[in-house]
Nanobody
Framework: QVQLQESGPGLVKPSQTLSLTCTVSGGSITTPYHYWNWIRQSPEKGLEWMGAIGYSGNILYSPGLKSRAAISRDTSKNQITLQLSSVTPEDRAVYYC?????????????WGQGTQVIVSS
């Protein structure tokens, strides 16, 4: 059974770059048709899809975040990373990684527990 675990700093200062890691166990991030997503949730905006990286390395971004977000992967560590630049207090949220197993338009069927991020000086 796949497990996803998000990790990163709980506190980031405004204008800095946030870096988060999703470590996957029990399954490979290169398994065909699997996509690995970053999603965040805040009281103000609700659930917001940020982007995804596919099993072949192709990357999709939310148009609203494309200029600030960068998603990558380390296949040797079975990890997905998210970098979000120029953060503001509006980027405060719980950040999740989640898996799709039937391509980028299928259901998000496995989720990590999430990691809280606060943006404050």
């Amino acid at each position: 059974q796949v497990q996803l675990q998000e990790s990163g700093p709980g506190l980031v200062k405004p204008s800095q770059t946030l870096s988060l890691t999703c470590t996957v166990s029990g399954g490979s991030i290169t398994t065909p048709y699997h996509y690995w997503n970053w999603i965040r949730q805040s009281p103000e905006k609700g659930l917001e899809w940020m982007g995804a990286i596919g099993y072949s390395g192709n990357i999709l971004y939310s148009p609203g975040l494309k200029s600030r977000a960068a998603i990558s992967r380390d296949t040797s560590k079975n990890q997905i990373t998210l970098q979000l630049s120029s953060v503001t207090p509006e980027d405060r949220a719980v950040y999740y990684c989640a898996r799709q197993i039937r391509g980028p338009f299928s259901d998000l069927e496995s989720w990590g527990q999430g990691t809280q991020v606060i943006v404050s000086s």
